[in-house]
């Protein structure tokens, strides 16, 4: 049986991946970002996962608005990036997996969630930026990666609630697998944000600190809320905190979680930028 050591939120912005690039991690803007991050990299280290899978969302650099999965999943031997205009620097390509990928596709279909299967897609700032703050350097190429992208970007959207039960059943996959490898779970974006239109700059602080108390033990105060209501409340990019609650559905039936760390920044770029690290009993 595969082993779920526990899940990791956080912030996806590209301008992230650029500050990286260009060295200004200790710059007075960053460093109370960037300081936050050691903790949970160490706990990496010393977990030693085998596969991350990562509940992103692909901003249209392989899913634009004319042909956009609801849940889509790859099970390829690598994944590349490509420049989608954000500046962000050339990096190396993503380390893929497929055995555990085509046994979550089987376990999903088999429970009712008829996802994309993608035996090539390339990845977005939503994958690489979290990689790449797990493991500065871009030295992720030893953890095999299952991309799990999910629409958060055209309307209609899967349900919060949907998203939730959605990472339930790969939490349900993973542990049905006849294997040994440790695997992490991460879900990226949010927290709070609106990048365009009226409210463009919109964050909401006090929602977003409910958010990240509530998902540690009470998610369903979470997934009751609709889309729309998240718009409201979290801005029309806030919606990416279904991305969190998959993550946090895929530990549902782990028992109680201990969090290890949590952060929150305000603003980064246009987001309030949070990062959360919940273990299992397996990985205190
Ligand atoms: C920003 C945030 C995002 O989630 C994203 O996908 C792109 C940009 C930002 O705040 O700049
Ligand atoms: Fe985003």
């Not at 927290?191 to 509530?214: E, T, V, W």
């Amino acid at each position: 049986m595969a082993n779920l050591l526990g899940g990791i939120a956080t912030s996806h912005i590209p301008a992230i991946g650029v500050a990286m690039d260009k060295g200004l991690e200790e710059t007075p803007y960053w460093k109370d970002f960037f300081d936050a991050y050691p903790p949970v990299r160490d706990w990496l280290y010393t977990q030693e996962p085998d596969i991350a899978i990562i509940f992103y969302n692909d901003h249209g650099l392989e899913f634009f608005h004319d042909r956009k999965p609801t849940f889509a999943i790859g099970a390829s031997e690598l994944y590349e990036n490509a420049d989608e205009g954000w500046g962000i620097a050339e990096i190396p390509p993503v380390t893929g997996e497929t055995e555990l990928s085509w046994h979550i596709v089987n376990h999903l279909i088999e429970h009712d969630f008829d996802i994309t299967v993608c035996q090539e897609m390339k990845v977005d700032h939503g994958l690489t930026v979290p990689l790449t703050l797990m493991w500065p350097g871009h030295k992720y190429g030893h953890i095999k990666v299952i991309p799990v992208a999910i629409n958060c970007e055209r309307h209609p959207m899967p349900k919060p609630s949907r998203c939730y039960a959605f990472g339930q059943a790969i939490g349900d996959a993973v542990r049905s697998f006849a294997g040994d490898q440790k695997v992490v779970v991460m879900g990226t974006g949010g927290l709070s944000h609106q990048l365009d239109g009226q409210r463009a700059g919109y964050i909401n602080k006090p929602f977003d600190l409910y958010c990240m108390d509530k998902i540690v033990n009470e998610p369903e105060l979470l997934t009751q809320f609709s889309n729309y209501e998240l718009v409201e409340k979290a801005g029309a990019q806030g919606v990416e905190l279904n991305m969190w609650l998959a993550m946090r559905g895929a530990l549902e039936n782990e028992g109680a979680l201990k969090e290890l760390h949590r952060s929150y920044h305000l603003p980064i770029s246009n987001t309030g930028a949070g990062l959360q690290l919940l273990a299992t009993d397996s990985a205190r």
